[in-house]
């Protein structure tokens, strides 16, 4: 079983930043890539950012230059920085891992949430 564990998100005025941190732990043999989702309230989850273990990675258009994903301990800590934040990115955001392969299963696994709250 893999668990990921987030933490960093809160409350930051417009402009301000926070940096949102998520570890996998468990047992695995490669995570082909991890990365951040976001829900805000009556809209669907959308992915935020991505990094694969080759590093290669995705962004939204709306975060583009703005939040940064990087991934290290061994690939299985994945920290997103978000800068310049605006209130439209208030949202649950929720850490991903992408093709865990274990000694049983390849699978994706969803981490609880974490809360951002962007406003003044």
């Known amino acids: 079983q893999v668990q990921l564990v987030e933490s960093g998100g809160g409350w930051v005025q417009p402009g301000g930043s926070l940096r949102l941190t998520c570890v996998a732990s468990g047992s695995w043999f490669s995570i082909n890539a991890m990365g951040w989702y976001r829900q805000a309230p009556g809209k669907q989850r959308e992915l935020v950012a991505s990094?694969?273990?080759?590093?290669?990675?995705n962004y939204a258009d709306s975060v583009k230059g703005r939040f940064t994903i990087s991934r290290d301990g061994g690939k299985s800590k994945a920290t997103l920085q978000m800068n310049s934040l605006k209130p439209e990115d208030t949202a649950v955001y929720y850490c991903?891992?992408?093709?865990?392969?274990?000694?049983?299963?390849?699978?994706?696994?969803w981490g609880q949430g974490t809360q951002v709250t962007v406003s003044s």
């Open positions: 990094r694969t273990s080759s590093g290669t990675t």
């Open positions: 991903n891992a992408e093709g865990v392969h274990t000694p049983v299963e390849e699978r994706d696994y």
